[in-house]
């Protein structure tokens, strides 16, 4: 069907396997930004959620972005409501706006550039020295970069519900169990979390780790999707899903986005067959936002 209609199926690492093994692509958010920004095909199918697929529909506004399901959101992009995040820009005249990729089109628009996790250190350092900035929606993200760029970025106060709630005694234990085993870290969790980092990265940073490292045994404190390539790609290693915490103390081995979850086999099939449902983007907001977004893919280059 996918050529029949010259249609390209791009997956995030956090959908299911299923999912993950009948996409073109699959890739972290700037991998994902940078194949919809090149692609030829007439029609993108965005698995992930509905910031992606806003970003694919920015950045080529003539093609059919579709998604599997229109309710697959983002509690970090929930956290930063545009009318909110203009409020504090005019509160601060003279900053510049960073904006994580996991924003509204609406907060793009507001945005001097964005960034995701792979590139958000080189983003901010391509500014001078003195330049005035603020960071949002996610804390933790800006708290990592503020610590390795020796910036005073102003931070929005926003988070990620899976990342959030991972397990700081229940990593400690693991590690106990698992003495050698590496820890990868992605940098949307709280500092105590990234403190027991032997790496800290996008999706596919840990991804790269693991298959580059020499250890046999990892501790993956991100959500659980990314197993799937990892052990895909290193099928002789072992990988240990943090735990979060549930208000019963340790919880699961698992950590899911209920959201990246909403993307299944059936629906991806279903949208393809119908053309539905379609992300549109009001065209002037799509002006403004299209702007941050291509800077990004600039200087990312
Ligand atoms: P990356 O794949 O860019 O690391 O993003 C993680 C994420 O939370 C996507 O929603
Ligand atoms: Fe949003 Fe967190 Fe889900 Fe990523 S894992 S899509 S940041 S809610």
Redesign the pocket.
């Known amino acids: 069907m996918c050529r029949e209609k010259n249609a390209v199926v791009l997956a995030h690492y ?1 959908t299911e396997g299923a999912v993950q093994d009948v996409a073109d692509f699959v890739g972290d958010s700037l991998a994902l930004a940078q194949q919809a920004a090149k692609t030829e095909a007439d029609i993108i199918v965005m698995c992930g ?1 509905h910031f992606m697929g806003e970003t694919c529909k920015i950045l080529c506004p003539e093609k059919k972005v579709l998604v599997c399901d229109l309710d697959a959101g ?4 929930d956290s930063c409501k545009a009318e909110d995040l203009k409020a504090f820009i005019d509160e601060h005249p003279g900053y510049k706006v960073v904006s994580y990729v ?1 924003t509204t089109a609406a907060v793009k628009a507001l945005t001097d550039v964005v960034v995701t996790s792979s590139n958000a250190k080189k983003v901010v350092d391509s500014f001078p020295k003195d330049e005035k900035l603020i960071f949002g929606p996610d804390k933790n993200l800006g708290n990592y970069i503020n610590s390795v760029t020796g910036r005073q970025m102003l931070l929005w106060n926003g988070g ?4 959030g709630q991972f397990s700081l005694e229940g990593i400690l234990k693991l590690k106990q169990e698992h003495p050698q085993a590496k820890v990868l870290v992605h940098p ?1 969790c709280p500092a105590p979390i990234q403190a027991l980092a032997d790496v800290i990265g996008s999706t596919a940073g840990l991804l790269k780790y693991a298959i580059d490292s020499d250890a046999q045994e990892f501790i993956v404190a991100t ?1 659980s999707g990314i197993l799937h390539q990892m052990t895909q790609k290193c099928p002789d290693k072992t990988f240990l899903p943090a735990p979060p915490e549930t208000s019963e103390g340790i919880g699961c081995q698992c950590n899911e ?1 209920s ?2 979850r909403l993307n299944t086999l059936q629906k991806l099939y279903n949208a393809l067959r119908d053309e539905q449902p379609e992300i549109t983007v009001d065209p002037a907001i799509a002006k403004e936002a299209v702007k941050p977004i291509q800077r990004m893919l600039e200087l990312s280059k």
């Open positions: 956090y959620v983002c509690s970090l992009a996991n990620c519900h899976v990342h949307e959500e986005c959201y990246m």
